[in-house]
């Protein structure tokens, strides 16, 4: 089985979706195999998403990060990255298709509601940054 490492987002924790988009996760046989709610620094979010540093959208992105508690998880199934990137949608909500969590719950491009990781070193390395092996079972 994979793992990959999610976050719900802000906009999402503020408007109490975590448990509607967990259900989604569950319903797509994806596990939640660690949890936990933080609310990051503007530097910590920064420091997680700087591969989007040159991005015109990064100080928007970091600041939105950090405007309220997340939820980071770490999520295990079978073909678990692919299968969360589908589960969420595509980035931009009015492209997402029908009944993906980004579809229903997403705000805007930027404001959308969850995370996922994108490859299997990305996944492997995110979920170092947010859990210690303890915390890992
Ligand atoms: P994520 O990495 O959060 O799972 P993603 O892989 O679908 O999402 P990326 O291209 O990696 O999308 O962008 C990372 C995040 O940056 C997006 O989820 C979104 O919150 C934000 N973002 C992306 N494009 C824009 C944009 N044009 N304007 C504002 N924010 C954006
Ligand atoms: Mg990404």
New binding site residues.
């Given amino acids: 089985l994979e793992r990959t490492f999610s ?1 719900i ?1 802000p906009d999402a924790t503020k408007r109490n979706l975590t448990g509607a988009i967990v259900k989604k996760f569950e319903d797509a046989g994806l596990r939640v195999v660690a949890s936990k709610r933080i609310h990051l620094t503007k530097a910590q979010a920064g420091e997680f ?1 700087a591969v ?1 540093k040159e ?1 015109p ?1 990064y100080d ?2 970091c600041e ?1 990060m950090a405007s309220a508690p997340i939820v980071a998880q770490v999520l295990e199934g079978e073909d678990a990255i692919a299968k969360n990137r589908e589960v ?1 949608g ?2 931009n909500p009015a492209d997402a298709a029908p009944g993906t969590i980004r579809a229903e719950f997403a705000e805007s ?4 509601s ?3 990781s ?1 490859a299997p070193e990305t996944a492997k390395t995110e979920i170092a940054y947010f859990f210690s092996g303890l915390e890992l079972v």
């Fill in positions: 976050i987002k998403y989007h991005r959208f928007e992105l939105f969420m595509a980035t491009v930027g404001e959308n969850v995370h996922g994108d």
